[in-house]
């Protein structure tokens, strides 16, 4: 079982598809959390028609430029006119896309982590043990990579990963995410047939607007799930201590536990 789980922040979470993750047993936690972490984040009951706190957001049909509005469809436009988006070979993402990376993570609304290239290169180690498109977004007049996107893809489905484009491009009406993806969206959903898209789970920081962007902008939608944690005995104990104080405690990185333990499912 722990093959199918990884260690992130302290927190073990399921490594495949969303709709796969099966619901754990307090033992089957007791292993994994032998293996080292605080507490083991197990989401189970992927789209139920409950209406939980907890989700993932995804996109599970393609209508081409039609499904959109037509100041979408223009953005759409001036983008692919602008960059050649394409799918590239994970060396091309070593070579010239670290510098993508660092600015992105300075642009998040949270200073508990940083991006350096020790990180990037573990991320993209972490990448080339599991199964990663890698995406790239070229500006055609100079043919610089100015974009990527590393995508985790499953057997029917796939969650679109880190994703960052130099700064420059992002106020320059240009509108590259917008093109970056459509172009994603109409490979996996509408070329590969992959029964959904993701951009991942709920995030608890709140540390990038890709989220509600994609569900104003690309009819992307919750799918709810059910969420259980199983703490380490004494992260347990200091969790459920400070939950009364949760509104007042200034660190986000205590908060944000705090705030996942309210939405487990009772």
Not at 109 to 118: A, C, G, I, K, L
Not at 135 to 164: M, N, Q, R
Request: net charge neutral.
């Amino acid at each position: 079982m722990n093959k199918d789980f990884f260690l992130y922040r302290h927190a073990w979470r399921y490594n495949g598809a969303p709709d796969r993750e099966p619901q754990l047993s307090d033992s089957q936690c007791k292993e994994l959390l032998k293996n080292g972490g605080w507490m083991v984040r197990n989401t189970f009951d992927f789209d139920c028609e409950e209406e939980t706190q907890f989700w993932s957001i995804i996109k599970d049909s393609f209508g081409g430029m039609e499904e959109l509005s037509s100041n979408e469809r223009n953005k759409i436009r001036r983008a692919c006119q602008s960059f050649e988006y394409k799918l590239v070979d994970s060396d091309i993402v070593k070579k010239h896309a670290y510098p993508i990376a660092k600015v992105t993570f300075e642009d998040y609304h949270v200073t508990d982590r940083s991006m350096n290239e020790t990180v990037f290169n573990e991320y993209l180690d972490h990448c080339a043990r599991n199964n990663y498109d890698y995406w790239g977004a070229f500006d055609k007049e100079t043919g610089e990579l100015v974009g990527f996107c590393a995508v985790h893809v499953f057997d029917t489905s796939c969650e679109y990963g880190i994703i960052g484009f130099q700064p420059e491009y992002k106020h320059n009406a240009t509108y590259p995410y917008y093109g970056f993806f459509y172009k994603m969206n109409e490979y996996y959903l509408g070329e590969k047939r992959f029964k959904y898209v993701t951009d991942g789970s709920r995030s608890i920081t709140e540390h990038s607007n890709i989220q509600p962007f994609l569900e104003q902008n690309f009819k992307f939608r919750k799918a709810y799930c059910k969420l259980k944690l199983h703490y380490k005995w004494w992260f347990g104990m200091i969790v459920r201590l400070l939950y009364p104080f949760r509104n007042v405690i200034p660190n986000r990185n205590i908060q944000a536990v705090l705030k996942m333990h309210g939405m487990q499912t009772e």
